[in-house]
């Protein structure tokens, strides 16, 4: 982590930076500083690890996972997997427990019971470290955004499915 007195970027960058975002009236410069402005913040990512990453619903693969839910995969990069499971109706997720980080999960559509309790779209469920629960239903179907460890996504996953 940087210091209050250490930039977050290279000094060479940082002044890259500061000349590529200088306005002007020249139609001409300022698409050079445009031009300018996107390498510089191609090297910034490619030079400090800040990639961004998108998935686009129209371009990604729903994978079949358990009987009745699809994944698509997010992002698997690093300690913690983030996916986007679709259940069809009566479909369910084995119960679980947390035994190497904490879960996430959000509702985007439908509905399901998680513990004896409804959750319908919008909702937002978190499971610590060290907790468990029962399997979660849905009789209607629903898609769900998960954010998991990666220890906890390969075990959550029969082999087949891996």
Known sequence: MPSAEQPVLPDRLVAELLAASTSTDDLQARAAQRR??????????????????????????????????????????????????????????????????????????????LDGEPLGAGDYHHAPAGSRHDRLVSETGCMLWLRLPAEQARAMMPAAAR
């Open 36 to 113: 300018a402005r996107q390498q510089l913040m191609r090297r910034i990512a490619t030079e400090t690890g800040a990639a961004t990453h998108t998935v686009r619903m129209a371009d990604a693969a729903w994978q079949p996972c358990l009987r009745g839910v699809e994944r698509m995969v997010v992002n698997e990069s690093g300690p913690v997997h983030t996916w986007l499971l679709r259940l069809a109706p009566g479909a369910s997720l084995p119960a679980h427990a947390h035994d190497h980080g904490d879960e996430e999960s959000f509702i985007l559509s439908g509905s399901c019971l």
